[in-house]
């Protein structure tokens, strides 16, 4: 199942797990995630941890199996179309007046809860306040900055963090078989899942750090600047930048202490700490720092990678001397 090895490792997973074991779970849960891309898979799982008659959702059954496949007559999931709506909520609230029909349980799972209007969350108040018998919410957020404390206030919350690099890699390496193009969506995913699928897919994680690495290679006068970075696209951008800034910072620790690794991405910060001096380091690092703050105040992807590009150029130079 899709990050269920992670999932089920958390607090969130374990306490919500306890409260069915218990039967004491709550109508309605909050489970915030900010992994976007497999919040779905996460709620996926939280429902089939209420529905499956193991006490690990055993992925096998005709539960699970329509549960993953969105066809169980008893676990409906909104949005229907971008996010939830108005109309989304109405369905919501006729359906829960109908008993379940295969099950002893109905499964409401709400995806998205942090785009939804003001409006829609208000028509939620009454199911979450007063639901049905044997009904349950599961809501799934990015963030809770946008959601009412009315609706926040009768919900149980619980966090999905951040996994480990390692974590991750051991998830996904079963279906993700080329190991350094894993490795590098997985540095650049900030302990997503998702995102390391995503980018691993698109390969945009090795392509990104391939980029960086040529940085130090390719670029050798002034000249070649506008060339390169003409090769970062908009859409690689974040990902270039942060490459960069990991790049730069482990040759920066290799000048001070040995690390272990592999692989092209550790072989290019290995040979810039010998290369280079701690000055040029510093110098490349303050300007990936400075294209860093640039991204997230939208420049354009040209300027900012002109700029810390001519600027790292710059300090190979002036501490050349
Ligand atoms: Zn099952």
């Given amino acids: 199942m899709n990050g269920f090895s992670l999932l089920k490792n958390t607090n969130a997973y374990k306490v919500f797990s306890l409260d069915v074991s218990r039967g004491t779970a709550s109508h309605a849960y909050l489970i915030v995630c900010e992994d976007e891309l497999n919040l779905e898979n996460y709620l996926k799982a939280f429902a089939k941890r209420l529905l499956c008659s193991e006490s690990e959702p055993c992925g096998v059954c005709r539960n699970c199996t329509l549960i993953e496949s969105k066809t169980h007559t008893d676990v409906v999931f909104y949005p229907t179309g971008k996010k939830i709506l108005v109309a989304d909520v109405d369905d919501l609230v006729k359906k829960s007046a109908y008993k379940p029909l295969e099950c002893d349980k109905k499964v409401f799972i709400l995806n998205g ?5 003001p409006q829609a969350q208000n028509k939620l108040l009454k199911t979450l306040e007063e639901p049905p018998k044997n009904t349950y919410l599961l809501l799934g957020a990015t963030s809770t900055y946008t959601v ?4 926040l206030s009768r919900c149980k919350r619980l966090d999905i963090p951040s996994f480990k690099e390692e974590d991750i890699v051991k ?3 079963g279906e993700c078989l080329d190991r350094q193009k894993l490795l590098s969506a997985v540095r650049l995913s900030g302990g997503k899942l998702g995102e390391a699928r995503e980018r691993y897919e698109s390969g945009a994680g090795a392509l990104a750090e391939e980029l960086a690495i040529k940085t130090f290679i390719e670029v050798t006068s002034s000249r070649d600047v506008a060339r390169f970075s003409g090769k970062v696209t908009k859409e690689l951008l974040k990902d270039y930048i942060s490459s960069l800034a990991r790049l730069t910072g482990l040759a920066l620790r290799l000048q ?3 690390e272990s690794g592999d692989g092209a991405f550790y072989e290019t910060a290995l040979n810039l700490s010998k290369t280079l001096n701690k000055g040029a380091l510093i110098h490349a690092s303050d300007a990936v720092r400075k294209a860093e703050k640039d991204v997230y105040f939208n420049a354009t992807a040209t300027a900012v990678v002109d700029g ?3 600027s790292i150029l710059e300090g190979k130079h002036k501490w050349l001397k």
Wanted: no cysteine; hydrophobic share 60%; proline share 0%.
């Fill in 113 to 117: 809860v942090s785009n939804m209007l």
């Fill in 148 to 151: 009412l404390s009315t609706v």
């Fill in 171 to 173: 998830a996904l390496e």
């Fill in 256 to 258: 001070d202490h040995f």
């Fill in 308 to 310: 810390v590009v001519f």
